[in-house]
């Protein structure tokens, strides 16, 4: 039904608009898209996808180092979320429903804004391999780690973990580098032919590895967010410097417990840091809403994959889960709105279901006193064909007359005004109707109402006008006129 | 009764489109004049129960397996058919909730959740005001011939 399509539409609708107004909202919600995907089957191609980068890429190492800053999570997270460049939330809106977490988080991690580096940061590797691996690990660090652990077990945790350090370094480093108080920041010019190799690269190594989709998304983080990408990946490369120790640790935890679940890690320990690192993440998002200046917005994308929490708001699985519904109900109420006539003034949603309740009870109401009435009308269905089709050829675009011009010009018993007519229909349609009805109605003596003396030549005007009246042409007004004079033409 | 709306052939072949209002004034003018072929005149209430009833298998016909609504509608007319038992149409004011209430509306309301129920009911609704409109159209045109 239609339902399905407004539904769908508007919940994209609804995203792109939210992304529009992307905030750190995001950044913090795609976080915890972990827990919220743990319940989504693991999407095979994403995972593949992140499979190579993570295996060639090291993981964080399991002992954190106290170096971490606890604003590097904060600023990862806002900038995520506040990032300036418009790219976001049009890559995020730009991906369809559904699409796996990875893609989006990959897309708005990579659509950060370009932060201005310290010259210490020079003295990073210029790995190209390496700043990929790391940009790309920093892209999912907040994404389907538990489709990479369903599809990895056995993947080693070292270098896993080497990678979501630099990552973490990355992202340290662009907290601090935002908190500067610079959003639009630009690239030093360092780093561009590197950025852009490492665009190049990590091009090819994402459409070789994954499909088409995440292909398109990569597009899209290439589009005029070369920035974002490199300075994720610059800050890769940058020093380790001790920001949101807090923040690294959350996601050093957070892929530590994804991706070493089954290994010697204790998830337990993890978990609880996520909890913590959770909060936190919650205040320091908060903090830095101001920066943002964006509106607290949220990217719920439909489906059962990801789900971003508002900022602010809790953003555990359960209330994620929850607010989806919660936007669920909304949508389908305000779908119901539009149908049920006179409630665009009403706001609630009690009474708002009052007026459902009473004109669905209205309707069932109508049904009932029209059969009843009904019952004293036998529509006579005795009729030629072709004075079917003729009368429905000279009637297609002349006069039709329609069950809705009737009723449109009769007042309902009821307050609820009659709406719109019927729909178009087919002239072959027609001849199957007359078949049907000729078929079941051989032979009826009229009974209908008002007629005092039913003869044959009553019947065929009356059966084409009943026919005409499933001419459905909405669009013509209705001709009362000629439906009485029409009787007139046969009278007896 | 289940006959004249069983042979109406394959449901609704657009179910997101919408019910098809051809479709729908097309099964449902069969079921009334097969309503009026077989009810002996005297009995106006039972030929209105009937009718009642055709009107509401045509719309669940027309409507399609593909809603939950419609479902419950063909399955209570299949059910019932031998014990000629109407639509019912509870009054939803015992109820205290209004959850409740629509649940008793929306034929097959009861076993939903709140989401669905609601996507439901605006299906329901939408095939309802077809029905009444097609009702009314047929009830108008037969009295314009009045003398």
């Known amino acids: ?492 | 009764m289940d006959s004249k709306n069983s042979a109406c052939g394959n449901p609704n072949p657009n179910p997101t489109l919408g019910p098809s209002k051809l479709m729908l004034a097309f099964r449902f003018l069969r079921a009334l004049s097969l309503v009026h072929r077989t009810t002996p005149a005297s009995s106006r209430t039972c030929r209105g129960r009937r009718i009642e009833r055709a009107a509401y298998a045509s719309m669940a016909y027309s409507a399609g397996t593909g809603r939950g609504w419609s479902r419950a509608v063909l399955r209570r007319l299949h059910h019932r058919a031998r014990r000629r038992a109407v639509a019912p149409r509870r009054l939803s004011t015992t109820a205290g909730n209004r959850a409740e209430a629509l649940r008793q509306l929306v034929p097959g309301g009861a076993g939903m959740d709140y989401c669905t129920l609601l996507e439901e009911t605006a299906d329901y609704i939408k095939c309802l005001t077809m029905q009444v409109e097609l009702m009314q159209g047929i009830v108008d045109s037969s009295s314009s011939y009045g003398p």
């Not at chain 1, 205040?283 to 789900?307: C, I, L, M, R, T």
């Not at chain 1, 029209?370 to 529509?379: C, D, G, H, T, Y």
């Not at chain 1, 009826?444 to 065929?460: A, D």
């Open chain 1, 1 to 492: 039904m239609e339902m399905n399509e407004d539904r769908k539409f508007g919940l994209e609708k609804s995203h792109g608009d939210h992304l529009n107004n992307h905030s750190s909202g995001v950044s913090a919600d795609w976080q915890f898209n972990t827990p919220a995907m743990s319940a989504a089957p693991p999407h095979p191609s994403t995972a593949a996808s992140l499979v190579p980068p993570l295996t060639s890429s090291p993981l964080l190492s399991a002992p954190v180092p106290e170096a971490f800053v606890p604003g590097l999570w904060n600023y990862h997270t806002m900038s995520v979320g506040g990032s300036n460049i418009q790219n976001t939330t049009s890559a995020i809106g730009s991906i369809p429903i559904g699409r796996p977490v990875a893609m989006s988080s990959k897309g708005m991690l990579l659509s950060t804004p370009p932060v201005i580096f310290p010259p210490s940061l020079p003295h990073f590797p210029a790995d190209s391999g390496f700043i990929e691996r790391a940009a790309r690990f920093s892209c999912l660090s907040g994404s389907s780690f538990m489709d990479m652990n369903l599809l990895r077990p056995s993947q080693s945790v070292a270098p896993a973990r080497k990678a979501s350090k630099v990552v973490m370094e990355t992202q340290v480093q662009n907290t601090e580098l935002s908190m500067t108080g610079d959003k639009a920041v630009s690239l030093p010019a360092a780093y561009g032919s590197i950025d852009q190799s490492r665009m190049d690269t990590q091009r090819d190594r994402r459409s070789s590895h994954i499909s088409n989709s995440e292909s398109q998304e990569t597009n899209f983080c290439e589009g005029g967010q070369e920035g974002n990408v490199d300075s994720s990946d610059v800050a890769g490369n940058s020093s380790p410097s001790d920001l949101g120790a807090n923040k690294r640790k959350r996601t050093i935890r957070d892929m530590e417990k994804d991706q070493v679940q089954r290994g010697p890690q204790s998830s337990s320990e993890a978990t609880k840091d996520d909890t913590e690192t959770k909060h936190k993440v919650e205040q320091n998002s908060s903090k830095h809403g101001g920066k943002n200046g964006k509106d607290n917005s949220e990217a719920a994308k439909e489906g059962y994959v990801h789900v971003r929490a508002r900022r602010g708001q809790a953003t555990n699985s359960h209330s994620l889960a929850e607010r989806v519904r919660r936007e669920k109900i909304s949508e389908r109420m305000k779908y119901l709105q539009e149908l049920v006539p006179g409630c665009s003034k009403v706001t609630g949603k009690a009474v708002m279901l009052d007026e459902i309740i009473n004109y669905v009870q209205s309707l069932q109401r109508q049904v009932e006193f029209l059969s009843m009435k009904l019952s004293a009308v036998n529509p006579q269905l005795d009729f030629s064909v072709e004075r079917l089709l003729a009368k429905n050829l000279r009637h297609s675009h002349g006069s039709p007359l329609s069950i809705a011009g009737f009723s449109q010009e009769m007042s309902y018993p009821q307050v609820y005004p009659s709406q719109q007519g019927l729909g178009h229909a087919g002239g072959s349609t027609m001849v199957n109707l007359s078949d049907t009805y000729r078929r079941t109605m051989n032979t009826q003596l009229p009974t209908m109402s008002g007629y005092k003396e039913p003869s044959m030549q009553m019947h065929n005007p009356w059966n084409e006008e009943i026919i005409m009246q499933m001419d459905y042409d909405a669009n013509h007004p209705p001709n009362a006129q000629e439906i009485n004079r029409k009787p007139d033409g046969f009278t007896i």
